[in-house]
């Protein structure tokens, strides 16, 4: 059995797939925990991060129709919804004013009925509102839908969204870059290459993202480790990345669980494993986030002693994972003390990640 010491030499000499999935797969989670923990004080300090951020989808009709998702609704539903470009932006101001939130966090699936016009209104009400709070808006998945619906390519359409005013791009629809995986998870989405091509096209307009992982489903160690690799690759290529987010998956209300394939949430062991080899691959190439919306508050603390250094943000008003039985927000101040209750010193940071105050 190797010890914490030699899987963090074997790390920092530089790990490939059969590395990782050998350490994914033999190495108990104390060892994998303690190295990785190793890692990010020697790249990152003690400090953990995160925004004061606001969640709202401008919709939740879409096509997609994920097993994994509980929140879609498609069209014709009746509590299906598309929130006007103004009722948006009011929503902003409020949270704003309220609560200080410097961040926008905004999608809503694949819409049908909407026009490029539609966002163009939503992003430039936003900013007319707040100018000062940044719009890290639609996923890859978002985007290269609407490029085929509107017959643009996905160029013309993050161009178009940045001149309106987005500033950043959310991570999700990465799921499980493994088409085998995909193919049961989210059948109508993207593909992983096709994600990846988005994020390229975005980054090299010079709008940032983070990436995502959903692990605890149909998904194999390998895929997990394929999936961090690449987000890896991305990074080393284009520098356009924020955040990595495992994201845990809850299978309460989906038809995954309906249909029994998944029944129950992975164990907290798991989620260890997944973001300390994140770690390991990631090494000082990006924060990893322990995403205490889909792992709950005290489990996010232990995470941030096993390689996490995020808590990605408060939430406010967050309806995705909410749909599927997790707690939907969370103050600054209760953010805190999840980072205190590991050790850490915690601080506010904008969406690029420039520390704004340490608290």
């Not at 088409?179 to 709008?207: C, D, F, M, N, Y």
Request: aromatic letters at 10%; proline letters at 4%.
């Amino acid at each position: 059995m190797v010890s914490a010491f030699e899987v963090m030499e074997m790390a920092l000499r530089g790990l490939d797939r059969s590395d990782a999935l050998y350490l994914m797969r033999e190495a108990d989670i104390f060892t994998l925990a303690q190295a990785a923990e190793a890692l990010t004080q020697k790249f990152f300090g003690g400090v953990v991060t995160f925004v004061n951020n606001v969640v709202i989808n401008y919709s939740n009709i879409c096509v997609a129709k994920c097993p994994i998702c509980a929140f879609y609704r498609l069209p014709g539903h009746r509590e299906g919804y598309l929130r006007k470009p103004e009722e948006v932006a009011s929503m902003v101001e409020l949270f704003a004013s309220k609560y200080g939130v410097t961040e926008l966090h905004i999608n809503g699936g694949f819409n049908p009925f909407l026009t490029p016009e539609y966002f163009d209104e939503l992003f430039r009400a936003v900013k007319r509102r707040t100018p000062h709070v940044v719009i890290k808006g639609p996923t890859m998945a978002e985007a290269a839908y609407y490029a085929e619906l509107w017959r643009m390519s996905v160029k013309e359409v993050l161009s178009r969204w940045k001149d309106a005013g987005l500033d950043a791009i959310s991570g999700g629809g990465a799921e499980i870059f493994a088409e085998e995986v995909r193919r049961v998870v989210a059948p109508h989405k993207i593909s992983g290459e096709q994600w990846l091509e988005v994020a390229k096209t975005a980054h090299g307009l010079g709008i940032p993202s983070n990436a995502t992982m959903l692990y605890g489903h149909v998904e194999r160690d390998e895929h997990v480790v394929d999936h961090i690799f690449r987000v890896k690759e991305l990074q080393e290529k284009t520098g356009g990345l924020l955040l990595f987010i495992p994201v845990k998956f809850n299978p309460q209300n989906t038809e995954l669980h309906a249909r029994g394939v998944v029944k129950t949430p992975a164990p907290s062991t798991y989620d260890v494993k997944v973001v300390a080899v994140a770690r390991l691959i990631l090494l000082d190439k990006l924060k990893v986030a322990a995403y205490w919306l889909s792992v709950g508050r005290k489990l996010a603390s232990t995470l941030l002693l096993a390689g996490a250094n995020d808590l990605v943000g408060t939430m406010y008003n967050e309806a995705v994972l909410t749909s599927a039985g997790a707690r939907h927000n969370a103050t600054v101040e209760e953010l805190a003390a999840v980072a205190r209750e590991a050790g850490k010193t915690p601080a506010l940071r904008d969406t690029f990640h420039w520390v704004l105050k340490t608290l």
